[in-house]
């Protein structure tokens, strides 16, 4: 596999490690290639997914489903409820997006999908992420990895489970008139995170 | 055959041309107006900066990003979530790149074409309207209510507006679906005003300089030549006086150094900004005031001329055509009446049908009660009440509240945006969209009930009735 752009692996490294873009004073050695694409996919996964379980766990179903104080909703705005776990992370990654374009030697996109989206326009569409998809819903605990060709640009593209982690995750899908499965547990595989990171080449 | 030449016609020719040649680079190098050049008119929302070409070509030789930035900076915050259901960060994501090779729908100018008005199909919008159909050409599939439809009917009153879908939405129709047509007397009537009760929590009012405490008439600190009674009358009953506000808060407005300047006795709308930044930042997006908006004026580099009713493409009284347009034009100095603002200041002006027919539409009547004190405050309606709404605003991080929205276009189009924001003040939801779609309803200044009906509520509710059906269906066969 071709190696990745060396800058944009040491930053987006640096800032998953930091928490921050800001990098003072940094140490040559911080600025040599030593990751592979797919461990900073899985780095920048594991972020991902501990902040959506906390959030999903400890804010909305604490919240929403046990203490009652709040309701979580699509519509939080008019319904002065807490955004739905998804819509925290889409919009996550929408803001990734518009941040990265400011520094270009940043370069990855990230988005949740699923076989059985509520919100169609989260349906696979490439053929990576059809493959991806099902392959994590068929072989639960892995992780699927390719690479792909998008508008001329060849990206390494990963895909994780998305599971179940709390109640309130199966009730609101096997609830919801858009969704077209009705049947999640708890633990079950219900979609993906994609994360593509730009080639060389 | 032999050929003639004609060397006189020849050296006219030529004449001509430099001549031409030399007016014309007069006029692009130091003529104020270039509209000379211009390919074609603009559009409805920009023909009052056409005497601005830079204030959209910025550089004479940049290329689409150029535009791209222009457009940005004035535009741009409404681009974002939440307002725009369609922001350029969804598209950024490379799974898109296909779509966006399509249409791509990260440059405005793909869609908001300039100076072709043979190619607008309303609001500056220049695609053919069936443009949905790119990314949601299944829609039929989750939504069998839709089956059958055009995607040149997304747009049809009521319905889907491309970047702020959230007017509408399918759960708002089915909260509201059984209003009567004129809600109970009870849940009728506007938002009220409350900056006077959020003063304490803007952090930029001049309240160092300007306590909130009522002033007297020996306070008042404007020189001599500039006082006269009916002034002084004005500001003492108005609530400048009660809040603090001295003559000089407006008249002596604070240059860099937050030091009061010189006195002027007709300060601009950056006077008023000092206070009222929202509603000025308004104003200056909407067509009265964007020839004084900042982000015109950056890169522009000279004061525009004020608009007036004589630049206006919509039919004006014709005595009032060269009235300028400020802050003060509505809300005449210095008593600042908004019921005035409201009605007469907006009636003096503007001519066309819509407007002449307000006077005496129920809506009107319903106005001169409220004045007349025969019905509540905020039970009238006026042009202000639908055209300047009152919205729910967040001047900063921690706290909302109620505003008057300035910028008039923010709900003029599509109309179904002033549904929410005005018409479900008083009116149910059904009723309101289908008045919204009636073109004749909205000429006679909505006197009578609307011809027409628009089925967004039905289909929402259809959608409703088979997703319950699916859910019985699933838990019982469990």
């Known amino acids: 596999m071709k190696t990745l752009h060396k800058l944009s692996l040491t930053a987006a490294v640096a800032a998953v490690a930091a928490g921050t873009f800001a990098v003072a004073d940094m140490p040559e050695e911080a600025a040599e290639p030593s990751i592979t694409p797919r461990a900073m996919a899985d780095a920048l996964h594991l972020v991902m997914d501990s902040d959506r379980t906390v959030y999903t766990r400890k804010i909305v179903n604490r919240l929403a489903a046990k203490d009652k104080v709040i309701t979580a909703s699509e519509h939080y705005d008019d319904e002065k409820a807490l955004v739905l776990p998804a819509q925290m992370f889409r919009y996550g990654s929408e803001m990734v997006a518009e941040r990265a374009e400011e520094k270009p030697d940043v370069n990855f996109s990230y988005s949740l999908q699923s076989l059985w989206p509520v919100n169609k326009q989260n349906a696979p569409r490439t053929d990576a992420e059809k493959e991806g998809l099902q392959y994590v819903a068929d072989h639960k605990g892995e992780n699927y990895y390719t690479v792909e060709t998008l508008g001329d640009i060849k990206y390494f593209t990963a895909v994780y489970p998305d599971v179940a982690v709390a109640p309130v995750c199966v009730s609101c899908h096997n609830e919801h008139k858009d969704s077209p499965k009705r049947d999640f547990e708890i633990g079950d595989v219900m979609g993906g995170v994609v994360i593509r990171i730009p080639m060389e080449g | ?478």
């Open chain 2, 1 to 478: 055959m032999a050929t003639r030449n004609y060397p006189r016609l020849w050296a006219l020719w030529i004449a001509s041309t430099l001549i031409g040649v030399v007016i014309l680079a007069k006029v692009l190098a130091n003529g104020e107006d270039k509209r000379v050049f211009m390919p074609g008119p603009l559009s409805h929302g920009h023909h009052q900066i056409e005497l601005a070409c830079n204030a959209c070509h910025v550089d004479a030789f940049g290329g689409g990003e150029v535009m791209e930035d222009a457009c940005e900076r004035c535009h741009g915050d409404q681009r974002e979530k939440p307002l725009d259901s369609h922001p350029k960060a969804k598209f950024r994501d490379p799974r898109n790149a296909d779509r966006i090779a399509k249409l791509n729908v990260m440059r405005c100018v793909t869609c908001h074409v300039e100076h072709q008005p043979e190619m607008l199909k309303g609001a500056g919008y220049t695609q053919p309207i069936d443009f949905c159909f790119h990314c949601h050409e299944d829609i039929a599939e989750n939504r069998p209510t839709h089956a059958g439809l055009g995607f040149e009917t997304c747009n049809s009153a009521g319905c889907h507006n491309y970047h702020n879908n959230r007017a509408l939405y399918e759960d708002w129709l089915l909260r509201h679906q059984d209003e009567p047509d004129l809600l109970p007397v009870a849940d009728r009537g506007l938002p009220g005003r409350d900056f006077g009760d959020v003063l304490d929590q803007l952090m930029d009012y001049p309240r160092k300089a300007y306590p909130v405490a009522a002033l007297s008439l020996a306070d008042a600190d404007a020189p001599d030549a500039a006082r006269s009674d009916a002034i002084n009358r004005d500001w003492l009953e108005t609530s400048h006086a009660a809040a603090g506000v001295n003559c000089s808060a407006c008249h002596q407005p604070p240059g860099d150094d937050s030091e009061p300047g010189a006195w002027t006795d007709k300060p601009d709308h950056q006077a008023c900004a000092g206070c009222h930044g929202a509603e000025v930042d308004g104003f200056t997006r909407g067509l009265h005031g964007m020839r004084q908006a900042d982000a015109v004026g950056e890169v522009v580099k000279r004061p525009l001329e004020r608009m007036t009713p004589a630049d206006a493409r919509l039919p004006m009284q014709p005595d009032a055509k060269h009235s300028a347009l400020n802050c003060t034009s509505c809300h005449g100095a210095h008593r600042f009446d908004t019921a005035a603002a409201s009605v007469d200041a907006c009636l003096g002006c503007h001519a066309d049908e819509h407007s002449i027919a307000y006077v005496g539409s129920p809506h009107h009547r319903l106005w001169q009660q409220e004045q007349a004190g025969e019905l509540p405050a905020g039970s009238g309606v006026s042009c202000a009440t639908c055209h300047m709404p009152r919205v729910e605003f967040e001047p900063n991080a921690w706290m909302e509240r109620i505003l008057v929205q300035h910028n008039q276009s923010a709900t003029l189009r599509p109309n179904e945006k002033m549904i929410r924001p005005a018409c479900q003040h008083c009116h149910g939801l059904g009723f309101s969209i289908d008045a919204l779609a009636d073109p004749a309803l909205i000429a006679n200044n909505f006197r009578g009930r609307p011809a027409v009906h628009i089925e967004s509520i039905d289909m929402a509710k259809a959608n409703e009735a088979r997703a319950q059906a699916e859910l019985q269906a699933e838990l019982e066969a469990r």
